[in-house]
């Protein structure tokens, strides 16, 4: 070798690193150097660990702002990671020769600052010669390299070109990825497919001129691109980035002294576009003019895991110091590895996933898959069936047109959620080892592709896990979101959606600062957001985070901001906003086994607070505002009935929403949703709940309140559609207020009307329109007979209900034994208690004194459930006087 071999690549191209790697077993150099930060020298070596498992980056971070970061991602087709295992593996001294990220990361910085600054007015002639601003910051074009800024910190005043577009449009093409794909990507995949007769293609033309590349000459395609990028600059100068000119400064220089130490026998591997300014003869002052003066700051650097999901441009992470990113990294990634036959192994693969995904994919779809797309490649003059063939094909062949599971195609294999791994031996944060510590005592492996867990935090691991997700939320760590789970809605259990994504080291990094491991970490922050909090939600839910998180440490501080705070506001719905917290709060700290004595002391002297200011609260307020009380109101309804021991509260609770039941000067919606919620506690009869409803639609009301109460007795998801199908007098009411609505007026209260009704279930729709489409006789009048109605008996047939028991029994795994149901029903004036065979008492009674065997006032079977909604495996009496349990 007689110079320095500059090898221009295109940045995670699988084509380019095999020329790369042939072109360095050719050439046998004695050093080589990579295009990236010098801070990771140190770091190289971790590229031969057995545990070093490509997609990684290289990660920089400003010490003093971990937040203010860059990534340097490499994966196993990346031409720079083959070059480095290249020089690792022969023994070869290898150094990275763009700029430092102490600038870098210093020049972004001061960009931001530039943008968020006015513009000032600038006199005609500042532009540069070629149209751009003054020292402007720019990137790479097109083929950006690592460590350049994302495309949309480019200034929009330079004249910014993408090379490959330009190179692509000279070879007659007007997609660049496919002329990439065919002179490159494709060249050595080891296929049988012949190039087309005819075609134009050529392994490497050099922007329309000159010869073709010689494909035995290992150093011909770069020869060509670097022809053909040295004609590009000619004509477009730096392509309007001025940035570029820094970095090549700095690589010059750092060329120099490779080849003062080792010779002329030094390669290169750096993006194409930095080919030409390699080439070109500058003094070493005029270089280092060019880098003095440059902004700095103090960085750490370290490998961290990345994915080929945000190898690809559409989850290139904007803002993090990179922007060079491919549509395709798990196709490229197979065309690297494909021994031979890349096509029929790709289809194989497909064929594979589909098969998972239990569609019906034979050898046969996997043989017609491989002919079409190489039919297709013929038809398209191309060498090679490329990317967009073999979609075509799949989705003709495997898919049948559709392109449902062709999504599932691109997002598992044509992008893939591959995960890297680092060894133990990089350099990392103290919390991120503590981190990586806990994640392996748990068996909680990081993994890119989402998955969803369970955990029952009455075991021990399972708890560990709950509070470990709960601290990392708290510290900002997005790894996990907490999710309605499937199962049992008992307060033991809990359900997490997972992810990894690389952007948590960095968010790991700036949690550091709070301590060095999660557990002191999360109580630093959890006092410092108490002491720093001015709303009295804001440490309620920190409470409750610090249970859920098992905080101890930060409890005293957290509690001591909550009794200022709550002592402090006034504000009754700031108040509701809070009790619903500190409730669930307590019901965990049951769980967890967490002393919350000083919390339930809190907790009932806001909820005494509550029912003194809520019934002048509730009065004069508009239509937003009552909305807004009427969702604090069952907040706070629920939160009482989960507080321990609040059987005076409870008492004074409903003497609350009796007032607001009974008050006209409250609005509509809160007064019928105050009088629906004592009719379902039992404190309100039915009697009585239909007085109040007649007296809301009575001819003198407004039709526009009228609505609002229906909507706040029966709307939402609580049950009132149930309850209207089971209470014709109520029904009734509804349907004579609703027929008597003026014409001028109807239009006003139908929204109210059908926003209500809408939430109602489809089968409860159904029934409701049933029962008045048969007129006034199915709604009107206290004591309608079922029996004249079609589908209903005279009565309860006992010996057929008797029948169905040992079915019931079956169905709901209750044993004959330990069921305690007699043979015979006994009538409505009963105890409520059933007998087992011993003549024992079984308590049937829940903390409102109604049957678990029964139905709710809304018709819904409580199922032998409490009211937090824990599952009690009561048996079901046959004592029911309405006959619902059989």
């Not at 120099?256 to 010779?263: P, V």
């Not at 510290?475 to 959606?497: C, Q």
């Amino acid at each position: 070798m007689t110079g320095p071999l500059l090898l221009g690549v295109r940045h995670h191209g699988p084509g380019s690193a095999r020329a790369v790697r042939a072109a360095l077993d050719a050439a046998s150099p004695a050093a080589v150097l990579v295009e990236g930060p010098p801070e990771g020298d140190g770091l190289l070596a971790l590229a031969a660990d057995e545990q070093m498992r490509p997609p990684v980056a290289l990660l920089a971070h400003a010490v003093d702002d971990p937040g203010r970061a860059a990534f340097w991602p490499l994966a196993e087709f990346s031409p720079e990671w083959v070059a480095i295992r290249w020089a690792l593996a022969h023994e070869v001294p290898v150094r990275f020769i763009d700029l430092p990220a102490a600038h870098s990361l210093a020049l972004a910085a001061h960009e931001e600052a530039r943008r968020a600054a006015p513009p000032p007015d600038r006199p005609e002639g500042s532009e540069g010669p070629d149209g751009t601003s003054a020292g402007q910051p720019g990137a790479d074009p097109g083929s950006v390299g690592p460590g350049a800024p994302a495309p949309d910190e480019a200034g929009s005043d330079g004249l910014h070109i993408d090379p490959i577009a330009v190179l692509a449009g000279a070879a007659g093409y007007d997609d660049p990825e496919r002329w990439w794909e065919d002179v490159v990507e494709h060249r050595g995949t080891g296929s049988r497919t012949a190039p087309a007769a005819g075609t134009a293609v050529t392994p490497l033309p050099a922007a329309g001129r000159g010869t073709p590349a010689d494909v035995t000459d290992p150093f011909a395609p770069f020869a060509a691109l670097g022809e053909a990028m040295t004609a590009l600059r000619e004509g477009y100068g730096h392509g309007g980035r001025d940035r570029d000119l820094v970095r090549e400064a700095h690589m010059r220089l750092q060329l120099r002294a490779a080849r003062k130490e080792f010779g002329d026998g030094v390669a290169v591997v750096c993006g194409a576009w930095h080919v030409p300014a390699l080439e070109e003869r500058t003094t070493v002052a005029a270089d280092r003019a060019l880098l003095k003066g440059l902004p700095k700051v103090r960085t750490e650097m370290t490998w961290v895991p990345w994915t080929h999901r945000r190898l690809a441009r559409l989850g290139s992470p904007s803002g993090r110091g990179y922007g060079a990113g491919i549509d395709s990294p798990g196709w490229y990634g197979h065309l690297f590895g494909a021994p031979d036959r890349p096509v029929e192994r790709w289809m194989t693969k497909v064929a594979g996933l589909l098969r998972d995904e239990d569609r019906m994919v034979s050898s046969a779809h996997v043989i017609e898959a491989v002919r079409l797309a190489e039919t297709l490649a013929v038809m398209r003059g191309r060498p090679l069936a490329g990317l967009g063939e073999t979609i075509d094909a799949v989705r003709a062949v495997m898919c049948d047109g559709s392109d449902v599971p062709l999504d599932l195609v691109r997002d598992r294999l044509v992008i893939g959620d591959v995960l890297g791994e680092v060894p133990d031996t990089a350099p990392a944060v103290p919390l991120q080892r503590d981190l990586t510590r806990l994640q392996r005592s748990l068996r909680l492996k990081p993994e890119a592709l989402e998955r969803e867990l369970d955990l029952d935090l009455r075991k021990e691991t399972d708890a560990a896990k709950s509070r470990l997700l709960h601290r990392l939320r708290l510290l900002g760590v997005g790894w996990g979101e907490p999710v309605a789970g499937r199962g049992s809605t008992g307060t033991f259990r809990e359900s997490w959606r997972l992810r990894w994504e690389p952007e948590l080291s960095v968010q790991i990094a700036e949690a550091g600062v709070w301590g060095t491991t999660v557990l002191s970490a999360a109580t630093a922050k959890a006092e410092s957001l108490a002491l720093t909090a001015t709303a009295l939600g804001e440490v309620t839910a920190l409470a409750e985070h610090c249970l859920l998180a098992g905080l101890p440490d930060a409890l005293p501080v957290v509690m001591k901001a909550l009794a200022d705070r709550a002592a402090l506001d006034a504000d009754v719905g700031h108040l509701a906003q809070a009790l619903p917290a500190l409730a669930r709060s307590l019901r965990y700290g049951d769980v967890r086994a967490t002393d919350t004595a000083a919390l339930g002391e809190v907790a009932a002297g806001i909820a005494e607070r509550i029912c003194v200011g809520l019934p002048p609260a509730c009065t004069a307020l508009d239509a937003d505002g009552a909305a807004e009380m009427r969702g604090h109101i069952d907040g706070v309804h629920h939160a009482i009935g989960l507080l321990p021991g609040t059987g005076e509260l409870g008492e004074r609770w409903s003497s609350v929403l009796r007032r607001l039941a009974d008050r006209d000067t409250v609005p509509g919606v809160i007064r019928g949703r105050a009088a629906r919620l004592l009719l379902d506690d039992g404190r309100l009869e039915e009697d009585e709940a239909a007085r109040l409803m007649a007296l809301a639609l009575s001819p003198g009301t407004e039709p526009a309140d009228a609505a609002a109460w229906i909507e706040g007795f029966v709307g939402g998801a609580s049950g009132g559609g149930l309850l209207l199908v089971h209470d014709e007098r109520l029904l009734g009411l509804v349907d004579a207020w609703l027929a008597g609505v003026p014409t001028n007026a109807f239009t006003d209260v139908l929204p109210l009307l059908r926003r209500t009704f809408s939430a109602y279930e489809p089968g409860v729709r159904r029934t409701l329109g049933e029962l008045v489409a048969r007129g006034p006789a199915a709604t009107a009048g206290p004591a309608l007979d079922r029996s004249a109605m079609p589908g209903f008996g005279p009565g309860l047939d006992e010996a057929r209900a008797d029948a169905m028991l040992p079915v019931l029994h079956l169905l709901l795994g209750i044993h004959e034994s330990a069921a305690g149901v007699r043979a015979g029903s006994e009538t409505a004036g009963n105890e409520r208690a059933g007998h087992d065979q011993e003549g024992n008492n079984l308590p049937g009674d829940d903390q409102a004194g109604e049957s678990l065997a029964a139905t709710d006032r809304t018709g819904t079977d409580l199922a032998g459930q409490d009211p937090a909604g824990s599952d009690l495996d009561q048996p079901i009496h046959d004592n029911d006087p309405a006959g619902v349990a059989r």
